[in-house]
C-alpha cells in the first residue's frame, strides 16, 4: 500500500504542491484566516440572544445601540473577502518568482497591478444600441429596493450591489481573484523579462524608477482587460459570469459528501507517507469552504463542508481524528512506548495538535494504524455532513480558531448546543475505529518490552 501511495499519489501531488501558484494561494489562504475569525467573533456577539435568550433584555440596554457599528468588523471581512486573497496571492506569487527565479519584480508592484487589473474586470456592462455602458437595475427595480429598505441585488454604474457592499468584492469572487492575480503577475513577470519596460538612469529614485517599470504591464493589463470584457460582453456575458460556471461546478463536487470523503482520503493517504496532506489538499479545499462560510452567514446558505468543518467534527484532535486514540494511549496503554506518547500527547491533542503521535507513534510508515488513520476521519466526515444536511446541527456560520479545543469550535462555528454532542460523537466513532488497532499494536509492542526486560536480566 505505501508504495502504491509513493508511485500513484506522493509524486503527483509533491509536484503539484510546488507549483509557484499553488503555494501562493496557501499563502494568501492563511493570510486571511485572522480576518474571517476577527469577523466571526463580532458576528457571534450579535446573535448570542438568539442562541441564550436570557441575553435580549441585556442586549435590549446596551450593544443593541451599537449593532451596526461592530457589525462593520464582520462586513470588512467576509463581504470583502476576495480582496484579501487577491492581494495575498499577488504579493506571494511576485515574491516566490522575485526569490527563486531572480526576476526584478517587486511584491508591492505585483500587488497594485493585480489590484488595478481586477477593478478593470469587476464592472458589468451592457451592449445598447451598439454601445458598451455600464449596467443599471431600471428604474422600477430601484423604487422597489428603495421601498423594502435595501439595495441589495441591484446594479449601480456597472457594479453589483449587496446587503454589505459590493457583490463581488465577497466570497464570490474569490476564484476570479485567483484567475486576475495570476494573469496580472504573469504579464508583470513576462514584461520584464522579455525587457519591455521603460529603464531609468541609476541616480533616479528606486520609488520613481519602480513606478515607470509598472507603466507597460498596466497599459498591457488595460489593453487585455478592455478585450476581454469587450468579447465576453458580446456574447451576453463577462469575465465572473463565465468563470462561476466551472468553478461553481467543481465547489459544488468538494461540497457534496462523496467530495468531502475524497478530501478526506487523500489527506490522510499522503500523512500515511509523511506528507503534510492537509496542506496540499487545503491549496484547493479551503478557498471552497471559505466561500461556502460566507454565502451560509451573507446568504443563509446552508453549506456543509464550510469554514472550519474539519477541526469542528472530522479531525478532532489533529489529522486522522486522533483525540480519542491519545486518551486510549494515556489510560489504557501497557507499553511503555505508548504510555510516553500518550503523556507527550495528552495536552496537544485538545487544541488539534498531533505531531508527537505522527511521528512519534508513529503513524507514518506504520502499516499497525494506517487503516484507521484513513478510515476514522471518513467515518466521522460522514456522521457530521449527514447531520448538518438534515438540519439536524445548524450549519457552520462563525469561523473559529482551528486550535479550539472539542465541542467549543463545533459550538462557536454554529452557535448550536447540539453541535458539542455531534462533536463528541463524532470523536467517539473515531475512538471505537482506533480502538482494536490500538490494542494489538499495544499488545506487540508491550511483548517486546517485555522479551527485552527478560534479555538484559537474563545477561545481568
Given at each position: 500500500m505505501?508504495?502504491w501511495i509513493?508511485k500513484n499519489?506522493m509524486?503527483p501531488m509533491?509536484?503539484?504542491?510546488?507549483y509557484?501558484?499553488?503555494?501562493a494561494i496557501?499563502?494568501a489562504g492563511?493570510?486571511s484566516?485572522?480576518?474571517?475569525?476577527?469577523?466571526?467573533a463580532?458576528?457571534?456577539i450579535?446573535i448570542l440572544?438568539?442562541?441564550?435568550p436570557f441575553l435580549?433584555g441585556?442586549y435590549?440596554?446596551?450593544l443593541d445601540?451599537?449593532?451596526n457599528l461592530?457589525?462593520?468588523?464582520?462586513?470588512?471581512s467576509?463581504?470583502i473577502l476576495s480582496?484579501y486573497?487577491?492581494?495575498?496571492?499577488?504579493?506571494e506569487?511576485?515574491?516566490?518568482w522575485?526569490?527563486?527565479?531572480?526576476?526584478?519584480?517587486?511584491?508591492?508592484n505585483?500587488?497594485l497591478l493585480?489590484?488595478f487589473?481586477?477593478?478593470?474586470?469587476m464592472p458589468?456592462?451592457?451592449?445598447?444600441?451598439g454601445?458598451?455602458?455600464m449596467a443599471?437595475?431600471?428604474?422600477?427595480?430601484?423604487?422597489?429596493?428603495?421601498?423594502?429598505?435595501?439595495?441589495?441585488?441591484?446594479?449601480v454604474?456597472?457594479?453589483?450591489?449587496s446587503?454589505?457592499?459590493?457583490?463581488?468584492?465577497?466570497?464570490?469572487g474569490?476564484?476570479?481573484?485567483i484567475?486576475?492575480?495570476?494573469l496580472?503577475v504573469?504579464?508583470?513577470?513576462?514584461c520584464?523579462q522579455?525587457?519591455?519596460v521603460?529603464?531609468l538612469?541609476?541616480?533616479?529614485?528606486d520609488?520613481v524608477?519602480?513606478?515607470?517599470?509598472?507603466?507597460v504591464p498596466?497599459?498591457f493589463?488595460a489593453l487585455?482587460?478592455?478585450?476581454?470584457q469587450?468579447v465576453?460582453?458580446m456574447?451576453?456575458?463577462?469575465f465572473y459570469e463565465?468563470?462561476?460556471v466551472?468553478?461553481g461546478?467543481?465547489?459544488?463536487?468538494?461540497?457534496?459528501l462523496g467530495g468531502v470523503?475524497?478530501?478526506e482520503?487523500?489527506?490522510?493517504?499522503?500523512?500515511?507517507?509523511?506528507?503534510?496532506g492537509a496542506?496540499i489538499?487545503?491549496?484547493?479545499s479551503?478557498?471552497?469552504?471559505?466561500?461556502?462560510?460566507a454565502?451560509?452567514?451573507?446568504?443563509?446558505?446552508?453549506n456543509?463542508?464550510?469554514g472550519q468543518f474539519q477541526?469542528a467534527f472530522?479531525?478532532?484532535?489533529g489529522s486522522g481524528?486522533?483525540f480519542?486514540?491519545?486518551?486510549?494511549m494515556f489510560f489504557?496503554a501497557k507499553?511503555?512506548?505508548?504510555?510516553?506518547i500518550?503523556?507527550?500527547e495528552?495536552?496537544?491533542a485538545f487544541?488539534n495538535?498531533?505531531e508527537?503521535i505522527l511521528f512519534?507513534?508513529?503513524?507514518v510508515?506504520?502499516?499497525?494504524m494506517a487503516?484507521p488513520?484513513?478510515l476514522?476521519p471518513?467515518a466521522t466526515a460522514c456522521?457530521a455532513?449527514l447531520a448538518?444536511?438534515?438540519?439536524?446541527?445548524?450549519p457552520?456560520i462563525a469561523n473559529a480558531p482551528?486550535?479550539?479545543?472539542i465541542?467549543?469550535?463545533?459550538f462557536l462555528?454554529?452557535?448550536?448546543?447540539k453541535?458539542i454532542?455531534?462533536?463528541f460523537?463524532?470523536?467517539?466513532v473515531?475512538?471505537?475505529?482506533?480502538?482494536?488497532?490500538?490494542?494489538r499494536?499495544?499488545?506487540?509492542?508491550?511483548a517486546?518490552?517485555?522479551e527485552?526486560?527478560?534479555?538484559?536480566?537474563?545477561e545481568?
Amino acid at each position: 500500500m505505501f508504495e502504491w501511495i509513493e508511485k500513484n499519489l506522493m509524486g503527483p501531488m509533491q509536484k503539484f504542491a510546488s507549483y509557484k501558484m499553488v503555494r501562493a494561494i496557501q499563502a494568501a489562504g492563511m493570510s486571511s484566516i485572522a480576518f474571517t475569525i476577527v469577523g466571526s467573533a463580532f458576528l457571534i456577539i450579535a446573535i448570542l440572544p438568539q442562541v441564550f435568550p436570557f441575553l435580549t433584555g441585556i442586549y435590549a440596554v446596551s450593544l443593541d445601540h451599537i449593532t451596526n457599528l461592530y457589525s462593520i468588523a464582520n462586513s470588512a471581512s467576509m463581504s470583502i473577502l476576495s480582496i484579501y486573497f487577491l492581494i495575498g496571492i499577488s504579493f506571494e506569487y511576485t515574491r516566490i518568482w522575485a526569490d527563486e527565479e531572480d526576476v526584478d519584480i517587486k511584491p508591492l508592484n505585483g500587488v497594485l497591478l493585480t489590484i488595478f487589473m481586477y477593478f478593470m474586470m469587476m464592472p458589468q456592462l451592457d451592449i445598447v444600441d451598439g454601445n458598451f455602458v455600464m449596467a443599471e437595475s431600471d428604474a422600477d427595480a430601484v423604487n422597489a429596493a428603495l421601498e423594502a429598505g435595501s439595495l441589495s441585488g441591484l446594479k449601480v454604474a456597472g457594479w453589483d450591489i449587496s446587503a454589505s457592499g459590493i457583490g463581488r468584492m465577497g466570497s464570490s469572487g474569490i476564484f476570479q481573484a485567483i484567475i486576475i492575480a495570476w494573469l496580472a503577475v504573469t504579464i508583470y513577470k513576462t514584461c520584464v523579462q522579455k525587457n519591455i519596460v521603460i529603464k531609468l538612469p541609476d541616480v533616479v529614485p528606486d520609488g520613481v524608477a519602480r513606478s515607470f517599470t509598472s507603466l507597460v504591464p498596466a497599459t498591457f493589463i488595460a489593453l487585455i482587460s478592455m478585450v476581454l470584457q469587450g468579447v465576453l460582453n458580446m456574447t451576453g456575458y463577462d469575465f465572473y459570469e463565465i468563470l462561476s460556471v466551472p468553478f461553481g461546478f467543481v465547489t459544488n463536487l468538494v461540497g457534496s459528501l462523496g467530495g468531502v470523503i475524497v478530501i478526506e482520503l487523500l489527506i490522510h493517504l499522503l500523512w500515511l507517507v509523511g506528507i503534510h496532506g492537509a496542506s496540499i489538499i487545503g491549496a484547493f479545499s479551503d478557498p471552497i469552504a471559505l466561500i461556502n462560510f460566507a454565502q451560509n452567514v451573507d446568504e443563509g446558505a446552508k453549506n456543509v463542508f464550510a469554514g472550519q468543518f474539519q477541526n469542528a467534527f472530522v479531525i478532532i484532535g489533529g489529522s486522522g481524528a486522533t483525540f480519542g486514540l491519545t486518551l486510549c494511549m494515556f489510560f489504557l496503554a501497557k507499553s511503555e512506548q505508548l504510555k510516553a506518547i500518550g503523556r507527550a500527547e495528552i495536552a496537544p491533542a485538545f487544541f488539534n495538535i498531533n505531531e508527537p503521535i505522527l511521528f512519534g507513534l508513529p503513524i507514518v510508515y506504520n502499516p499497525n494504524m494506517a487503516i484507521p488513520f484513513f478510515l476514522a476521519p471518513m467515518a466521522t466526515a460522514c456522521i457530521a455532513y449527514l447531520a448538518i444536511s438534515t438540519g439536524i446541527v445548524t450549519p457552520i456560520i462563525a469561523n473559529a480558531p482551528w486550535c479550539t479545543p472539542i465541542g467549543v469550535c463545533a459550538f462557536l462555528s454554529t452557535m448550536d448546543w447540539k453541535s458539542i454532542i455531534l462533536a463528541f460523537l463524532c470523536a467517539a466513532v473515531a475512538t471505537a475505529i482506533y480502538f482494536p488497532f490500538f490494542k494489538r499494536y499495544d499488545a506487540e509492542l508491550y511483548a517486546e518490552e517485555q522479551e527485552i526486560a527478560a534479555a538484559e536480566a537474563a545477561e545481568a
